[in-house]
T-cell receptor, first 111, second 112 residues
Framework: SQQGEEDPQALSIQEGENATMNCSYK?????LQWYRQNSGRGLVHLIL?????REKHSGRLRVTLDTSKKSSSLLITASRAADTASYFC???????????FGTGTRLTVIP | DAGITQSPRHKVTETGTPVTLRCHQT?????MYWYRQDPGHGLRLIHY???????DKGEVSDGYSVSRSKTEDFLLTLESATSSQTSVYFC???????????FGSGTRLTVV
């Protein structure tokens, strides 16, 4: 399997704290994407970072990419209860015609 | 989800019966994908399509077939359902393979 792996599998924080989750992958990529999934729903795209970028911001989200370590991190600042969801990274490893998804990090934000 | 719908949302079927899941898009995207989501495995690709009548296998294609006779519709068929195919099935669309995907709401399939 060419899936990425997220770490940790589960994360529980208080509202207002920052949440950091990590993703590792195995081969070369053109871009890496992060998705969010609320319980019982489909995945929603959050942010895309290209292989020649090191950091990208979108609102309260900050994504970093280290291609030398084949890893990425997603930081959610000032978390809210509504951020409670599962977060997945996805990559187009080896220029494949599809995305490979990790197993996800389950984030719980306690009000 | 805007531009993509899956049907049915829930289905219970018996082992050995054929099952067809439908994905319909209104975005005119070239690529359509079927993934299954299982605890501990994340999302795994079953089949994908890169145009009308153009399809290819994914990581877990055994026991599944697909068809795309129109740009907007991508059908996933379980020829003879087995209990191991109990899962949540997601359809996704994109204009290019590395573009962000838009996902459907999923079909929860239970094979008893």
């Amino acid at each position: 399997s060419q899936q990425g792996e997220e770490d940790p599998q589960a994360l529980s924080i208080q509202e207002g704290e920052n949440a950091t989750m990590n993703c590792s992958y195995k081969t070369s990529i053109n871009n890496l994407q992060w998705y969010r999934q609320n319980s019982g729903r489909g995945l929603v795209h959050l942010i895309l970072i290209r292989s020649n970028e090191r950091e990208k911001h979108s609102g309260r989200l900050r994504v970093t990419l280290d291609t030398s370590k084949k890893s990425s991190s997603l930081l959610i600042t000032a978390s809210r209860a509504a951020d409670t969801a599962s977060y997945f990274c996805a990559t187009d490893e080896n220029g494949a015609n599809n995305l490979f998804f990790g197993t996800g990090t389950r984030l719980t934000v306690i009000p | 989800d805007a531009g993509i719908t899956q049907s049915p949302r829930h289905k219970v079927t018996e082992t050995g019966t054929p099952v067809t899941l439908r994905c319909h898009q209104t975005e005119n995207h070239r690529y359509m994908y079927w993934y299954r989501q299982d605890p501990g495995h994340g999302l795994r690709l079953i089949h994908y399509s890169y145009g009308v009548k153009d399809t290819d296998k994914g990581e877990v294609s055994d026991g599944y077939s697909v068809s795309r006779s129109k740009t907007e519709d991508f059908l996933l068929t379980l020829e003879s359902a087995t209990s191991s195919q109990t899962s949540v099935y997601f359809c996704a669309i994109s204009d290019l393979p590395a573009d962000p995907y838009t996902f459907g709401s999923g079909t929860r399939l239970t094979v008893v």
